[in-house]
């Protein structure tokens, strides 16, 4: 059975980042890599059954009922955006696939408004028949309780939260099922899911913020120093005050409170905390806000580094009154099925880019609040410690 079945089973991110190439950068190019942080090991022949799987891809097309969903509740993306994606198709030839001692290797390469919509699907795609071929199956009792207990705390403690879990869900159904129970058992506590298909098909908010990877594009083409100001104006010359999230990590939050002027802290409705303490992250922040004599309280930090409901409930009690809290919460709600199942810790992030197709390719870098988060080569992260003055 076909693992993406529809254009939309994909994270809210995606499409804004892509629509934001295609306004801004729309010759630019870009190579994903795939990278899996506990080195797992594959069976042999996943790089053939994962091909096989990428390949259906290319027969999926935008359906008039998602077209309408789409205009309705993503009005951010313009009509020229849409007519785009009615007539997209994946392209399997922007791929490379290959094992090599049962470590999975993957490439997506081509323009960076189309090649960047392989990434979750990618994701999810591994992740669900990593645990079909290893013969794992959900405790289906264990993860409908554990979906409704967490749902029933996360509304008595008065938090509001997003589900985040596409990327590294066990499998479409656990995600369909959690969402359903979510929907059901925490009320409005629930403000929706960043999965795009999954609020279509449950009626919910679609919600989500915006990607390191366009801060790792603006960090190749525009210098490290310029990388957080340069991405945070192209995203106010498209969005216009839409979509209002920021990350902050991509270079360390330290760099990024330095690059956030009082300009940006009163458009930008939130911050995103995605690696580090967040509690010290709070404090940061809030002082930041001081600094740049903006009002905390008017504004609110979005939490999505590997959340727990506890984790969650510790962290709205220490924002208190100071400062909004709202989380997204992923793998621990769309992979917690059953206690001898340990959920992937895979991503795929942007690792080369040009500007155009006869130019040398740039690399790109994360950095990131802790040090395993890290990607891209040891003599640029090295460089780009000594710009940032982090060495």
């Known amino acids: 059975m076909q693992i993406i079945k529809s254009i939309l089973d994909t994270d809210l991110y995606k499409f804004t980042t ?11 190019f870009g190579e994903f890599e795939f990278v899996d ?13 994962l091909k096989d799987e990428l390949n259906k891809m290319s027969e999926l097309s935008l359906t008039i009922d998602e077209e309408k969903f789409v205009r309705k509740n993503m009005p951010y993306l313009p009509p020229t955006y849409i007519d785009f994606l009615k007539g997209f198709r994946f392209d399997p030839s922007e791929l490379e ?36 071929i290893t013969g794992k199956h959900p405790d289906k009792e264990y993860m409908e309780n554990a979906a409704i207990e967490k749902a029933v705390k996360m509304k008595e403690h ?30 409005e506590s629930l403000y929706g899911t960043s999965n795009v298909y999954m609020a279509y098909k449950h009626n919910l908010k679609v919600s989500g913020t ?28 498209v969005y216009d005050g839409d979509l209002g999230t920021v990350l902050t990590d991509t270079y360390t939050t330290d760099v990024f409170l330095r690059n956030f002027s009082k300009k940006h802290a ?3 409705t939130s911050l995103r905390h995605d690696s580090g303490d967040p509690l010290v992250f709070v404090d940061k922040v809030i002082k930041r806000y001081e600094e740049l004599r903006v009002d905390s309280k008017l504004k609110y930090l979005v939490f999505s580094d590997s ?8 962290i709205k009690d220490y924002c208190g009154d100071r400062i909004g809290a709202t989380f997204g919460i992923g793998t621990n709600l769309t992979n917690d099925v059953g206690h001898n199942i340990k959920s992937m810790n895979i991503v795929m992030k942007l690792f080369r880019c040009k500007m155009t197709a006869k130019e040398e390719w740039q690399e790109c870098v994360k950095l990131s609040d802790v040090e395993g988060k890290h990607t891209g080569s040891e003599r640029e992260i090295a460089l780009v410690k000594e710009t940032l003055g982090l060495s």
């Open 18 to 28: 892509s629509y934001a190439y295609s306004k801004l950068f729309p010759r630019a």
């Open 210 to 237: 915006h990607p390191h990877e366009w801060v790792q594009f603006h960090g190749s083409i525009y210098g490290y120093k310029m990388a957080n100001y340069m991405s945070m104006e192209d995203w106010i010359n």
């Open 158 to 187: 008065g938090i509001t939260f997003s589900l985040f879990g596409m990327r590294r869900r066990f499998s479409f159904d656990v995600e369909d099922r959690v969402t359903e129970l979510l929907k059901k058992h925490a009320g």
């Open 266 to 268: 009163s458009l930008f």
């Open 307 to 314: 959340l727990n409901v506890d984790k969650v409930i510790q």
């Open 37 to 49: 942080r506990s080195n797992d090991n594959y069976p042999e022949g996943f790089d053939k059954l």
């Open 97 to 132: 696939i290959w094992m090599n001692n049962g470590k999975l290797h993957i490439k997506a390469s081509g323009l960076l408004y189309r090649v960047t919509l392989w990434e979750t699907p990618i994701l999810a795609t591994v992740s669900e028949l990593f645990f079909r």
